[in-house]
């Protein structure tokens, strides 16, 4: 079966460090793009960047460049979310998601269950 | 950046009924062009791609049309399950933007 799975939720102080993974499965990893999907809460969906796991080739929002790193390790066919200094405004639902088409980037079909990320003082 | 514009927000409608949701793109993007359904609490799920092709297991209910900039989906009879808030997605070229939804409502 192909899927998504990523890690759970999360509770982190602002200024504190996170790393959120998705770990892909039934299909062959480095050969599809895998992106990332903001949802704050009540609010819709937000593109943030996708990556090319086989060479790392990766497209950020550019309202995101520099707030999130979007990285991935084809070894164990995992792809990462990170933020260095979290924010309040960081607190959101986020999805992964995967490309229909080996290659393409978009449409993409398979999604994540999705990990919560709320950030409190 | 392409924009996407999404109407109505928000739809009341009731079982039986045909609705239409349309997305504008601020720009052509080549029928590059997805339609999702999300339900409360839920992963978004995808109905159509390439404007107008069918999800496999998507009841065929749901259809896409549209060229150029201008885009919609229809739904032809609406059934309770299909009561959700529905997202565009062009995928022409980073970033690929999403529409705002339109939340579809029981009347």
């Known amino acids: 079966e192909v899927q998504l799975v990523q890690s759970g939720e999360e509770v982190r102080k602002p200024g504190e460090s996170l790393r959120i993974s998705c770990k892909g499965s039934?299909?062959?990893?480095?050969?599809?793009?895998i992106g990332w999907v903001r949802q704050m809460p009540g609010k819709g969906l937000e593109w943030m960047g996708i990556?090319?796991?086989?060479?790392?080739?990766?497209r950020h929002s550019p309202s995101l460049q520099g707030q999130v790193t979007i990285s991935a390790d084809k070894s164990i066919s995992t792809a990462y979310l990170q933020w260095s200094s979290l924010k309040a405004a960081d607190t959101a639902m986020y999805y992964c998601?995967?490309?229909?088409?080996?290659?393409?980037?978009?449409?993409?079909?398979?999604w994540g269950q999705g990990t919560m990320v709320t950030v409190s003082s | 950046d392409i924009q996407m514009t999404q109407s109505p927000s928000s739809l009341s409608a009731s079982v039986g009924d045909r609705v239409t949701i349309t997305c504008r793109a601020s720009?052509?993007?080549?029928?590059?062009l997805a339609w999702f359904q999300q339900k409360p609490g839920k992963a978004p799920k995808l109905l159509l791609y390439?404007?107008?092709s069918l999800e496999s297991g998507v009841p065929s209910r749901f259809s896409g049309s549209g060229s150029g900039t201008d885009y919609t989906l229809t739904i032809s009879s609406l059934q309770p399950e299909d009561f959700a808030t529905y997202y565009c997605?062009?995928?022409?070229?980073?970033?690929?933007?999403f529409g705002q939804g339109t939340r579809l409502e029981i009347k």
């Open positions: 997605q062009h995928y022409y070229s980073s970033p690929h933007t």
């Open positions: 720009q052509g993007i080549s029928n590059s």
């Open positions: 990556i090319y796991p086989f060479d790392s080739d990766t």
């Open positions: 998601v995967r490309s229909m088409v080996r290659g393409v980037a978009g449409p993409f079909d398979i």
């Open positions: 039934g299909f062959t990893f480095t050969s599809y793009w």
């Open positions: 390439a404007a107008s």
